[in-house]
Nanobody
């Protein structure tokens, strides 16, 4: 079982950048596909980005494509989310998630396909 801990959230202004980190322990990190999700108040948790086990394949939601980048360092057991050109609508609690199961690519946008979750880190973007 893998344990995930997010960090790097904070309060920033529109147009700023933030880098979130998610550190994993308790499992073989390279055997997990990783995802980032976010949840704004009174909204469903939504997919942000996902990355394959070897880091060679990534996918993004349309709302963050071109602004956010997901990448991982398997030697450090860490996945990152680089967020540029932040907007007020990016305000949410951001969660990282892990799954050891192989799915067709499109399934990784579904939060139900992930087995392990971190506690989340708050990102607030002021206008």
């Amino acid at each position: 079982q893998v344990h995930l801990v997010e960090s790097g959230g904070g309060l920033v202004q529109a147009g700023d950048s933030l880098r979130l980190s998610c550190s994993a322990s308790g499992g073989t990190f390279s055997s997990y596909a990783m995802g980032w999700f976010r949840q704004a108040p009174a909204k469903e948790r939504e997919f942000v980005a996902a990355i394959a086990r070897d880091g060679r394949s990534t996918m993004y939601s349309d709302s963050v494509k071109g602004r956010f980048t997901i990448f991982r360092d398997n030697a450090k057991n860490t996945v990152y989310l680089q967020m540029n050109s932040l907007k007020p609508e990016d305000t949410a609690v951001y969660f990282c998630a892990a799954t050891p199961t192989y799915y067709s690519a499109n399934y990784y946008v579904s939060r139900n396909k992930y087995d392990y979750w971190g506690q989340g880190t708050q990102v607030t973007v002021s206008s």
